[in-house]
Structure formats: C-alpha cells, structure tokens
C-alpha cells in the first residue's frame, strides 16, 4: 500500500536560514508520481513540484530545491534563505501510476518563518 | 495551469441543513475531484466527479451525505447533505488534464457547521 510520511509535525527556523523538509514514501508500483504542495494560511493548495519515478534527477527553481533518492524513498525539500512568506504548510504527496487519479498526501509540515 | 474557482469561500450553517459546494474551470479537463481536510489534518480524497455519470465515491464516502454533480468538463458540485459538525472542514476540488497529470487545486470552501 502507498504511504508517505512527513515526520516533521512544526519547523520553526529565523528568516535566511534554509530549511529542509523531510518525506519518505512507501510504493509497491515501479512506476509512480511524487508531488509537494504548499498550503498557506489562506487554505488554498499550491502545487510547487512534480517527479516521475524513472527522473531522479534534483531540481532547483530559485531558493526551492528537491532531493530524490530512490534508494532510500526520500524526497526531500529544502528552502535556502528561508522568507517570512515562506510559512505555510507543505504537503508531500504520491500517485502510482496503477492508480495514478488517486493522490496520497503526507501529513504536513508547518513551516514557520520568525523575522 | 487551469484557473479554478470554488463558491462559496466561507459560510457557517446549521447542523442538519446541506450545502452546495461549486467548482468552475475555465477550460475544460478530463477529471475533477472533491477533498476534505478536517482542522489541523491532511487531504482525504472523498470522490472522483465523472463527467455524465455517478461519481467514484472512496472508502467512508457515501453518495447519499455527499452527492456530487458534473455535467460538463468545466464544472461540478459537492454537496454536504445534513450537516453534524464534524463536517466542519475545508473542501477542495481539483482537476487534472489526464489520468496521470498533476493535479490543480482550487482555493477552497472553508464549511463551519454549528
């Protein structure tokens, strides 16, 4: 059965320091999706990122960057120069491709950002 | 990305009234699907919205407390059928462009039952 886990419950760091979330996934198909979303206090779900599981490439998109390591089912997500707008809580979540509609999500980090 | 509405926003109602929930898209996608998220917790999806058929409901959902509608590729409904106060949550609807696609997340509808 597919599971994730985000074992961060609360991060709290001081504004320009980075910051890495923690997920680890579990998957019988050789074949799956992993996402992170971003949830601010707003409510609404920011999709930031998507990974095949054949694409183990790490991606950086300005301060945001992932770590994906097969090897160990992580996926990893590190804010660099954290910023106040960066609180929110990030959702890691996973799709295998045998139910790929069906998306399981993690249970969320809360990312707080002190000025 | 596709621009997706929810109404409404917020609203407080009382326990045992329903409440519609509106998704709007503006352009058509293959699937839409409707979330919940309980205070302080994660995504649960509750259905799958099929277009011109009964929706594919998850396990602890049923039809008759959540009846959902699609009649076209751009727009579905969610309705929260008598309401107790443990329905207060935040509801999602999300669309993607194909079986495998990211899904796109609406802004949500923040219900408080009372």
């Known amino acids: 059965a597919q599971k994730v886990t985000q074992a961060q419950t609360e991060i709290s760091v001081v504004e320009k320091e980075d910051v890495t979330l923690d997920c680890v996934y579990e998957?019988?198909?050789?074949?799956?999706?992993l996402f992170w979303y971003k949830q601010p206090p707003s409510g609404e779900l920011v999709f930031l990122i998507r990974?095949?599981?054949?694409?183990?490439q790490n991606e950086i998109s300005g301060r945001y960057s992932w770590n994906f390591q097969k090897s160990t089912s992580s996926f990893n997500f590190t804010i660099t120069a954290s910023q106040v707008v960066d609180s929110a809580v990030y959702f890691c979540a996973l799709s295998e491709y045998s139910s790929a509609s069906k998306i399981i999500f993690g249970s969320g980090t809360r990312l707080s950002i002190r000025p | 990305s596709a621009v997706i509405s929810q109404k409404p926003s917020r609203d407080i109602c009382q326990r045992g009234t329903s409440l519609t929930i509106q998704c709007q898209v503006d352009?058509?996608?293959?699937?839409m699907f409707w979330y919940r998220q309980q205070p302080g917790q994660s995504l649960t999806l509750i259905a799958t919205?099929?277009?011109?058929?009964?929706?594919?409901?998850e396990s602890g959902f049923v039809i008759d407390k959540f009846p959902i509608s699609r009649p076209n590729l751009t727009f579905s409904t969610l309705t929260v059928s008598n309401m107790s106060p443990e329905d207060s949550s935040i509801y999602l609807c999300?669309?993607?462009?194909?079986?495998?696609?990211?899904?796109?997340f609406g802004p949500g509808t923040r219900l408080t039952v009372l």
């Open positions: 352009s058509q996608v293959t699937m």
């Open positions: 998957t019988r198909d050789t074949t799956y999706y």
């Open positions: 999300s669309v993607s462009s194909g079986y495998t696609d990211t899904q796109y």
């Open positions: 990974r095949n599981s054949f694409d183990e």
């Open positions: 919205a099929n277009q011109g058929s009964e929706a594919t409901y």
